[in-house]
C-alpha cells in the first residue's frame, strides 16, 4: 500500500479539499472553504494545515467561533444543505463559543463540521492552559459539551482514527435525515502528530444527496385521504425547498385546489402567486391563513417539524374529524400529530401523490376553495394597509401599552412595505430572532425568488449578519443583494462580523429597525404579566444601590446608543434614515456599495402588524401580587380549554 506521510492536520484538510456532493446532476465542493479564530489549541496543527494547504482549502478569519458557526449554517441553508463550511476553533472558550452555533444547525437540520481543539491526549503535560479538570471524568473536556447539540461527535485520541470518523462525519453531513453540527474534537497534540496515510484516503469521493423514493401504499393511503378530504389544507416547510419540490408542490395544489400554508423555514416554498397560496401560518402567520386552518379537515403537512408555533400549541386545527397526512423524509417527523406518513423525499413523493390522486374520485372541494378566495381577499387590503408608509400609523390599535415618542415616523411593517419595495428577484431577506422573522413571516411576499431566509428553529439573536455573509458566499452574483434585518437589541449582542465583511469585501445590507428594547419580549410580557420589567432599553431611574431597601430601576429615559457609530467603527458604510423617502434613498445609494452597509431605521415602539389571531402556551404565574396577572392567568387557562391531542 502506498502511503502519504501527513500531520493529523495537514490529512484532515487534505481529506476536505477533495469531499464532492452530488444533487440534481450537480457535482460541487461539499466543503469549499473553512473558518476559524486560532489559539494555542490548533494554531500549530490546524493553523499550519490550512496555511500549508489554503490554494485547496481557503480560510477566512472571524471575530466570533459562535458567529463563524452561524456563518456556516447561512451558507448551508442557502445552498439548500449542498454544501457546507468548516469551522475551527482554540481549546477551552473558543471552543465553547460554538456549542450555541451547534445547537442553531442541528434544531434547523444544517449541515456544519465544527474542528474544536482539545486537551492534549497524552494528558501528562496537563492541566493545559484552559483545560476543565473534571473531578471524577478525567476524559471528560468542555468538548463534551458539544455531545447533546451536535448529530455526529468524535474525539481523534490516534492518528488513524480519521480514516473512519471522516467518512463517518461526510455521510452524516450529506444525509438529509440525520444532518446537523457534526464535531471532530481534535486534542491539540495530536494534530500535529505525523502519521503514514494511504494514499487513497486521499481520492476524490462524492456523496449523492439522496432522495429516498416513496412506497406506494403509503402514498395510496394519503391520496385516499386527499381525495376524501372537503377542507383540505397543505403546510409546506423547509423540506420543500431543500428538496427542491416548489414544483411539485405548485401541480398538487394547482391540480386539487388546495391552500398552501407555509411555515418558516417553508417560506418561500410556494413560488407562484396563485389564490392558492396563503403564507405564514401559525403564531406569526396571516389571520386569514389560520381562519382557514381552524377549520382544515385534513392537512397535509411536507417537510416540516410542526413546531408549536406552527401548530399554536396544538390549538390551531379545531375540526373535530381533522386528519393529518404527512410527507417528510425523516420517520419521526412524519409521524407528528399521528399522521399518515409518506416517508421520502419531497419532491419524489409529491409527484407520486399528485398522480395517485388522480386514480380516485375527489370530493366537492368548491365550497371551501370559494371560501379561501374570500378568506385571503379580506386579509390582503389589511397586509397593504400595513405595509403602506403613506397609511399613518393609528396609535389606538395598541391595546394596553403606550406607543412612546421617540421621534420614529414609520412603523415596523412600513419599514417591510419599502425592503419589499427595493427587494428584487435573486435578492435574499435573513431574519431570525426579536420582531423580525415573525413579521417577514407574516407579510413577506417570497414569490418570484424574492428569497426569505428564516432561522426560527433557534431563532438565534446574533445570527444574522453571519448568515448574510453565509449567504453572500453561497451566491456571489452581485446584482443580487442580501439584506440581514435584525432589531437594535440583536445588532447589540453580535454587529461584529461586520468587520469580516469589510476584510472580505463582501456586499451585504444590514436593516436595523432601532426601536429602544427586546420589544417582541415586552410585547409577550404586556400579555403574560402586564407590566414592563426588564425588556426595554431605559437609563435607571437611579444609582443601582445592591444595599437599598428599594433598589432603583430601569423605568428612566431610552438609552441613548448610536448604532450608526458602531457600525462605521466596524468598517461599515452607515446610514441612518428616518422617512420613507430617506430609507427607500438609502437602499438605492447602497445597493452596489462593495462592502458591508447599516441602515439604521428609527420605528415607533409597542407599534406592531396585525395579530395572527391565535394561542401560545406561554403560561402567566398561577400566583401573584397582581390582578393584572390574574387576570391573564383566567385569559390563558381559557386558551389552554381549546388545546387538543390529535395523535
Ligand atoms: C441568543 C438569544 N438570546 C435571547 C433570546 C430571546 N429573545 C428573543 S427575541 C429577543 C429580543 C430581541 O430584541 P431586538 O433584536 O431588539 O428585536 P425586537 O424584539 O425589538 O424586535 C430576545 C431577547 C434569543 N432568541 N436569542
Ligand atoms: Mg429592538
Redesign the pocket.
Known amino acids: 500500500m502506498n502511503t502519504v506521510r501527513l500531520t493529523v492536520a495537514q490529512a484532515l484538510v487534505t481529506y476536505l479539499s477533495k469531499q464532492y456532493s452530488v444533487a440534481d446532476g450537480r457535482r460541487r465542493r461539499l466543503i469549499p472553504a473553512a473558518l476559524g479564530i486560532f489559539g494555542h489549541g490548533n494554531v500549530a496543527g490546524l493553523g499550519q494545515a490550512f496555511d500549508q494547504l489554503s490554494d485547496a482549502m481557503p480560510f477566512v478569519q472571524g471575530r466570533n467561533e459562535q458567529a463563524l458557526v452561524h456563518l456556516a449554517s447561512g451558507f448551508a441553508k442557502a445552498s439548500r444543505r449542498h454544501a457546507t463550511l468548516a469551522v475551527t476553533a482554540s481549546i477551552g472558550p473558543g471552543a465553547l463559543n460554538m456549542v ?1 452555533g451547534a445547537g442553531l444547525a442541528t434544531v434547523n437540520r444544517l449541515p456544519v463540521l465544527l474542528l474544536p481543539g482539545d486537551a492534549y491526549a497524552t494528558r501528562h503535560q496537563g492541566p493545559v492552559l484552559q483545560q476543565l479538570q473534571h473531578p471524577s471524568e478525567a476524559d471528560t473536556s468542555v468538548n463534551d459539551a458539544f455531545r447533546p447539540v451536535s448529530r455526529f461527535f468524535d474525539r481523534i485520541t490516534r492518528p488513524e482514527q480519521l480514516l473512519t470518523a471522516l467518512p463517518a462525519a461526510m455521510r452524516v453531513l450529506t444525509d438529509p435525515v440525520e444532518t446537523g453540527a457534526v464535531v471532530i474534537s481534535l486534542p491539540q497534540d495530536i494534530q500535529s502528530h505525523a502519521y503514514d496515510w494511504p494514499e487513497g484516503f486521499f481520492a476524490e469521493r462524492d456523496w449523492t444527496i439522496r432522495r429516498p423514493a416513496p412506497d406506494a401504499d403509503e402514498v395510496d393511503a394519503v391520496a385516499r385521504l386527499l381525495a376524501e378530504a372537503e377542507r383540505p389544507l397543505i403546510i409546506a416547510g423547509g423540506g420543500v425547498v431543500y428538496s427542491g419540490a416548489t414544483p411539485e408542490l405548485e401541480d398538487l395544489a394547482s391540480a386539487l385546489g388546495i391552500p398552501v400554508a407555509e411555515t418558516f423555514a417553508g417560506k418561500g416554498a410556494v413560488q407562484r402567486k396563485e389564490w392558492w397560496q396563503l403564507g405564514g401560518i401559525g403564531l406569526e402567520g396571516t389571520p386569514a391563513t389560520n381562519e382557514l386552518a381552524r377549520d382544515a379537515d385534513l392537512v397535509l403537512t411536507v417537510g416540516s417539524r410542526l413546531t408549536d408555533f406552527a401548530t399554536a400549541s396544538h390549538s390551531l386545527f379545531q375540526h373535530p374529524d381533522v386528519r393529518f397526512a404527512s410527507i417528510n423524509v425523516n420517520v419521526h417527523d412524519a409521524d407528528r400529530l399521528g399522521a399518515t406518513g409518506i416517508v421520502a423525499d419531497a419532491k419524489r413523493a409529491l409527484s407520486a401523490l399528485t398522480e395517485a390522486v388522480t386514480r380516485h374520485r375527489p370530493a366537492d372541494t368548491t365550497a371551501w376553495q370559494n371560501r379561501v378566495r374570500e378568506t385571503a381577499g379580506r386579509w390582503a387590503p389589511v397586509r397593504a394597509a400595513a405595509l403602506d408608509p403613506d397609511v399613518p400609523f393609528d396609535r389606538a390599535t395598541v391595546a394596553g401599552d403606550v406607543v412612546p415618542d421617540t421621534g420614529a415616523v414609520l412603523t ?1 411593517g412600513q419599514l417591510i412595505g419599502l425592503l419589499q419595495e427595493h427587494l428584487r428577484s435573486g435578492d435574499t431577506i435573513v431574519a ?5 422573522p415573525g413579521d417577514l413571516q407574516k407579510v413577506w411576499d417570497a414569490t418570484d425568488g424574492r428569497h426569505c431566509h428564516l432561522e426560527f428553529g ?5 445570527y444574522e449578519i453571519p448568515a448574510g455573509i453565509g449567504v453572500r458566499l453561497a451566491d456571489p452574483d452581485r446584482d443580487h443583494r442580501v439584506v440581514s434585518f ?8 453580535a454587529p461584529t462580523e461586520l468587520v469580516t465583511a469589510a476584510q472580505e469585501g463582501l456586499p451585504v445590507t444590514v436593516v436595523i ?1 432601532e ?1 429602544h ?7 409577550l410580557q404586556m400579555g403574560r404579566s402586564g407590566r414592563e420589567f426588564g ?1 426595554e432599553f431605559r437609563y435607571r431611574t437611579g444609582p443601582l444601590d445592591l444595599e437599598s431597601a428599594k433598589p432603583a430601576r430601569l423605568e428612566g429615559e431610552y438609552l441613548r446608543v448610536d448604532l450608526a457609530g458602531i457600525a462605521t467603527g466596524l468598517g461599515a458604510r452607515a446610514i441612518t434614515a428616518t422617512t420613507a423617502d430617506e430609507v427607500r434613498a438609502a437602499l438605492t445609494d447602497t445597493r452596489d456599495h462593495d462592502g458591508p452597509v447599516v441602515i439604521v431605521v428609527p420605528v415607533i415602539p409597542h407599534a406592531d402588524l396585525p395579530g395572527a389571531g391565535v394561542w401560545w402556551d406561554v403560561a402567566p404565574a398561577e400566583v401573584s401580587d397582581s390582578d393584572t396577572v390574574a387576570r391573564l392567568r383566567t385569559e390563558y387557562e381559557q386558551g389552554l380549554t381549546t388545546r387538543r391531542w390529535y395523535g
Do not use: E, K
Request: glycine share 20%.
Open positions: 450555541t415596523q431570525a430572532a426579536g420582531g423580525p433557534f431563532s438565534c439573536m446574533g435584525l432589531g437594535d437589541g440583536t445588532f447589540l449582542m429597525p426601536n428594547g427586546y420589544q417582541v419580549i415586552h410585547r425588556n
